[in-house]
């Protein structure tokens, strides 16, 4: 393909491309909020002028740095290209690394195409079924709560006789209509199903607000991964890291 040109670009001109990306793959996309906060460097690119897919760069350990892939996308008629032209934006953008989503099925198989050291980041959950817990004389109910964060709805807790035993949210930084629980309970008040009770009232406060529930954990959390299970959910994929090969890129 040697009319397909690579050129980093403005977030603005890749929104359509990136509006079929999150179309086609119907799920949360964890990393939406790179473009949002600013974290991500974005490439379009082209064929003899005309635009057929893009890429995104960001850090995934440090936010200044760009290197690492976590985004790629390619309209229907060239990915029969796919591996090469993937090969040409891991070239032009230098970046050493790859990030995906296992139900990302384009990028995940550039992931095992391209790269090695493949491991596991993060589970991923979305919402399968209602549950029904009840725990006698434990209340679920939201504080007055402040945050400087602009898509965090925190101040959920649930509390015994005035004492809070659990606090949790959502963050509305996924793609639309996504919403990523998180939820904490208090090391004395552990081993008793508060996680599960948390997590399945946070559902119904997304729910509410006309969200989709989702969540994920770190892939050794056993005790995380078991409580959302338990509240309904099951895993839709995983987050993948790996390190591309043959990467000329002087972030090493």
């Not at 670009?9 to 999150?22: C, K």
């Not at 998180?182 to 009232?201: C, I, N, T």
């Amino acid at each position: 393909m040697n009319t397909v040109q690579i050129e980093k670009t403005q977030l603005n001109q890749v929104s359509d491309l990136r509006a079929l990306f999150l179309k086609e793959g119907g799920f949360q996309f964890i990393h939406n909020k790179c473009h949002a906060y600013g974290w991500a460097d974005v490439y379009l690119i082209t064929d003899r002028g005309v635009s057929i897919g893009y890429s995104s760069v960001w850090g995934k350990d440090n936010r200044q740095d760009r290197d690492t892939i976590f985004e790629f996308y390619l309209i229907p008629d060239y990915r029969k290209y796919t591996s090469s032209i993937f090969s040409h934006v891991t070239k032009v953008s230098g970046v050493p690394f790859i990030e995906c989503q296992t139900n990302d099925s384009l990028l995940a198989a550039m992931m095992f195409t391209h790269a090695s050291d493949i491991h596991a980041q993060s589970v991923l959950f979305e919402d399968d079924s209602e549950t029904n817990f009840r725990i006698n004389g434990i209340t679920f109910t939201r504080q007055p709560y402040t945050t400087d964060h602009p898509d965090d709805r925190g101040g959920y807790v649930l509390e015994e006789d005035g004492a809070t035993m659990a606090t949790g949210g959502f963050l509305l930084n996924y793609n639309h209509p996504y919403a990523d629980i998180y939820m904490d309970v208090k090391e004395p008040f552990r081993q008793r199903g508060l996680g599960s009770l948390m997590v399945q009232e946070l559902k119904k406060e997304i729910y509410k607000t006309g969200y989709v529930p989702a969540a994920r954990c770190n892939v050794k959390n056993q005790a995380s991964r078991a409580t959302i299970l338990k509240a309904g959910f099951r895993i839709c994929g995983y987050l993948l890291e790996g390190k591309i090969n043959n990467s000329t890129s002087d972030h090493n």
